[in-house]
């Protein structure tokens, strides 16, 4: 599978590299470490990302400012990275197929094989991991900006190690991008010591109005595009900020229900020990992994959707328990 889909990229002239909507770490460090490798091809190569604005906290990244909002004129493959969905694109899938093949590499248990060829590798710790291991698979040694990239993307998933589906060959990977020229400690500075006041800001808000429910396993905070205004804070800088709920000692699962712009809902979900969110958001329309997951919601009521998951999380252990996965 990794010939093949390395193949199929090579069998293309003119390439984009797609990440997914409010990128983080892990997408952007495939596509950018792809962007490194393959321009030192005859190839033309593009970076797209539907996201109007881009996360500010990802400028450190490689070939940041070279992602783009629209697509080339023409291209005969589309690279689709760390997309349980190709709807994660902000593209139509049907358009995109009539002028080229999609190529999906990714990570996600949910992922629904969307593309003409496919390496969805799960449990696999990030899928900037997929994207080394094909390198590595097929000869080509990544530069230290794409070692940079895939440390980037993998240490980011894993919340520096702390969960997901590492195992002995994640560490030597990461030992092998960090002999390429990923500096592990430049990279942790870049990624945690440039909190934005705003987000901190956030943070205090939802430290002050979370509500605990169902004896304190279940952690829930509606965060309203209000909120947003008066602390200063972004779209981007709510994520990740459910964990400081999951991380509460008696918290299995952590509930984020954040009003978009439009009046729509993001929900975001966090579990810490036995309940498969995933299921839970597919249920819903959405995706993930065991421990984090998230599906928009065109319910126009937060408390409606807050009781609807309550209601999930009710059937409990029957339904959505099982072990976290590990790997053998
Ligand atoms: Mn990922």
Redesign the pocket.
């Known amino acids: 599978m990794f010939k093949a889909v390395w193949q199929a990229i090579e069998n293309a002239q003119n390439i984009v590299l797609v990440s997914h909507i409010n990128p ?1 770490c ?2 952007l460090g495939c596509t950018l470490a792809l962007y490194d490798v393959l321009q030192k091809s005859d190839k033309n190569v593009f970076l797209f990302n539907a996201t109007e604005n881009l996360p500010r906290k990802l400028r450190f990244m490689p070939y940041f400012n070279e992602i783009r909002s629209t697509l080339p004129s023409k291209f005969d493959a589309v690279v689709v990275c ?1 997309c349980a969905r190709f709807d994660r694109t902000g593209l139509d899938i049907d358009a995109i197929k009539k002028e080229a093949k999609i190529i999906n590499i ?3 248990l949910t992922n629904s094989d969307f593309g003409d060829v496919n390496l969805v590798i799960s449990p696999s710790a ?3 991991i997929v994207v080394y291991e094909m390198l590595k698979r097929n000869g080509i040694t990544p530069s230290s900006k794409a070692a940079s990239c895939l440390y980037t ?1 993998t240490i980011d ?1 894993t919340g520096f190690f702390a969960y997901g589906t590492m195992n002995a060959s994640t560490f030597s990977d990461m030992a092998e991008l960090v002999t390429l020229g990923a500096d592990p400690v430049l990279i942790s500075k870049q990624l945690k010591q440039s909190v934005p006041l705003a987000r901190f800001r956030l943070k205090e808000y939802v430290a002050r109005s979370f509500d605990l429910l169902r004896n304190g396993m279940v952690g829930l905070v509606f965060i309203w595009q209000e909120d947003l205004k008066r602390t200063g804070a972004k779209r981007e800088d709510t994520e990740d900020i459910i964990n400081l709920i999951r991380d509460i000692v008696s918290v299995e699962m952590a509930v984020m229900i954040l009003e978009e712009e439009d009046g729509s809902f993001k929900v975001s979900l966090r579990s810490k020990n036995y309940l498969d969110v995933s299921k839970i958001a597919l249920k819903f329309g959405g995706g993930g992994h065991f421990g984090a997951a998230g599906f928009e919601s065109g319910i126009t009521h937060a408390g409606d959707i807050a009781k609807m998951i309550l209601n999930e999380f009710d059937k409990g252990i029957k339904e959505y328990g099982t072990k976290m996965v590990t790997q053998e």
């Open positions: 983080d892990d997408t760390d990714d990570h996600h990030s899928a900037s993307g998933d």
